[in-house]
């Protein structure tokens, strides 16, 4: 069977019958695709396309991409929804696979964010905004989209959101492929992090047979939760006192040379995975004076800083000091979730948007309910109503992937300094995963996890970031090369370059006791 590349190469050189814009106008679908209504779609080749998002892809630099853009509208009739689904399809070297995206935040999809890299490294790439934009008119990100006119809550678009949406774009992607080249894909990927982790989770949980490999990076799992936590900083510095990010910093700086050599190397990186390990008191730093640019002076840490910072760490709890859910990690950056910027001289509080969001449309049903004004009370029946209204569409704490785990594999890797989404929370999925399935090796077949050192939400951070974990899931699924480390790297703030051999977890990074503690190959995994 010939390759769509061939195909296109036929028509385009052999005959000069038909150039990529004609090709690409022959892709139609029909009105009706199971439940699905195709309300229109549209089709055309960009040639030369340049984006910002090309700029460091492996394996080599690319510069432009040729692909035929198709986008395709639709509904599910019954719940009035108009959702949008991108596919971009490669004029040249397609390598035979499909690769569907996911979101961030309340975002369903990114679009042009994850397809351009797709289409750069060869694949049939799907991107779908899950009807959120209300057909392009409203912005998704600010939730408004999960409230109807009346107030309610749209349920159809919240199961768009929690995992319908996936599969839709890759029914309607592997359809537009087919009837573009003629065949289907050899093999079919999804990728997302942060949100669109947690969307290949629960893509992994409802449609266990949609694709061959998910890559899920920082994953949003346990939404109910994780959205509420999110806004944690925000409510503790409503109640308590409100810090200059210097004052964080500091803190950050403290943590990581007090938990350093926790793990036998002084290498700059808080590597433990349990964040309980790092005992660092708050306390330690209250007198200690420092510059500070944020208010242009100096300023001296009070005991209602470190107090402050000491439930910020702790994480929600709840009236009789039992924990709802894990705080902002040892190591990582307060910046994410304890923001504060100066407004005309006055020290204010900037919460993280889509937690805020999630308090006000989703929880309360109130774009305008005041969130920075909650007590901790307020916040503690907020948490409630979340568990209560959102974990049968996107709980995740009893998870559920026996149906997987016949022909998939899920591939995750997170960072032990994300500032937005603690890796606790997927060492708890899966926990219970090998608790439910009879331990790590009845899972390992199929769902393997790595953490990261120092590396933030979905990269960055002062830890080494894994360099090619797509590579590494498609050798699994294609070769049956599964990882038993994941390659990662980074460069320092001296310049220097890090690497590190992430181990499968739950084996640890210990040091072999020489070599240079930037390279990897100092470190081995017990």
């Not at 107090?307 to 040892?330: C, E, F, M």
């Not at 920075?372 to 009893?398: I, P």
């Not at 009845?442 to 090619?468: D, E, Q, T």
């Not at 590190?500 to 977890?505: E, F, H």
Request: net charge negative.
């Amino acid at each position: 069977m010939l390759l769509c590349l061939l195909v296109l190469s036929f028509f385009k050189f052999t005959f000069s019958l038909e150039t990529p814009s004609q090709a690409c106008n022959k892709v139609h679908l029909p009105k009706n695709v199971g439940e699905l209504k195709i309300l229109s779609v549209f089709s055309n080749a960009e040639e030369n396309y340049t984006s910002p998002y090309l700029q460091g892809i492996a394996p080599t630099e690319v510069t432009s991409i040729n692909f035929c853009n198709v986008t395709v509208t639709l509904t599910h009739p019954g719940d009035d929804d108009v959702v949008i689904i991108s596919v971009w399809l490669p004029l040249q070297s397609w390598n035979g696979k499909s690769l569907a995206t996911g979101g961030g935040g309340l975002l369903a999809g990114e679009f042009e964010v994850e397809q351009a890299p797709g289409v750069a490294l060869g694949y049939v790439s799907a991107a779908t905004d899950a009807g959120l934009s209300n057909n392009g008119t409203i912005g998704a990100s600010s939730g408004l989209w999960v409230l109807n006119n009346d107030g309610s809550l749209n349920s159809g678009l919240l199961t768009n959101f929690a995992y319908r949406s996936i599969h839709d774009m890759n029914v309607i992607a592997k359809l537009v492929l087919r009837t573009f080249c003629g065949h289907a894909e050899q093999y079919s990927y999804y990728y997302g992090c942060s949100t669109g982790g947690r969307q290949g989770y629960l893509s992994a949980t409802h449609y266990p047979t949609d694709v061959n490999g998910i890559l899920a990076i920082s994953p949003a799992i346990n939404t109910p939760q994780v959205s509420l936590a999110d806004f944690w900083p925000s409510v503790v510095m409503g109640n308590e006192v409100a810090l200059p990010q210097c004052v964080f910093s500091a803190y950050q700086d403290a943590i990581i040379e007090y938990c350093d050599g926790l793990d036998g190397v002084l290498d700059g990186l808080v590597s433990m995975y349990n964040p309980d390990s790092c005992t660092f008191d708050p306390s330690s730093l209250v007198g200690q004076s420092i510059v500070c640019s944020d208010i242009n002076s100096s300023i001296t840490i009070t005991s209602e800083d470190a107090n402050a910072v000491r439930k910020i760490h702790q994480g929600p709890t709840s009236q009789d000091g039992k924990s709802l859910w894990y705080g902002v990690p040892p190591g990582a950056s307060f910046s994410g979730l304890a923001s504060t910027t100066v407004v005309n001289g006055s020290l204010v509080i900037e919460p993280f948007q889509a937690a805020e969001y999630w308090i006000q449309n989703f929880v309360f049903q109130d774009p305008n309910y005041p969130a920075l004004n909650m007590t901790y009370q307020d916040f503690r029946t907020a948490f409630d109503l979340s568990v209560e209204k959102f974990s049968a569409q996107f709980g995740t704490l009893q998870p559920k992937l026996d149906e997987f785990r016949r022909g998939g594999k899920l591939l995750t890797w997170h960072g032990l300094a994300d500032q937005y989404i603690a890796h606790s929370g997927t060492v708890t999925y899966w926990n219970a995963t090998t608790a439910s399935m009879g331990g790590a090796e009845k899972i390992n077949p199929f769902y393997r996890l790595f953490l990261a050192p120092g590396a933030a939400h979905c990269g960055g951070g002062s830890g080494p970031v894994p360099v090619n974990p797509l590579a590494a899931l498609t050798a699994w699924v294609e070769n049956d090369t599964a990882p038993e480390t994941l390659f990662a790297s980074t460069t320092n703030a001296a310049g220097q370059t890090v690497s590190r051999d992430l181990c499968l977890y739950p084996s640890q990074l210990a040091y072999s006791g020489m070599g240079d503690v930037n390279q990897a190959s100092s470190f081995n995994c017990r």
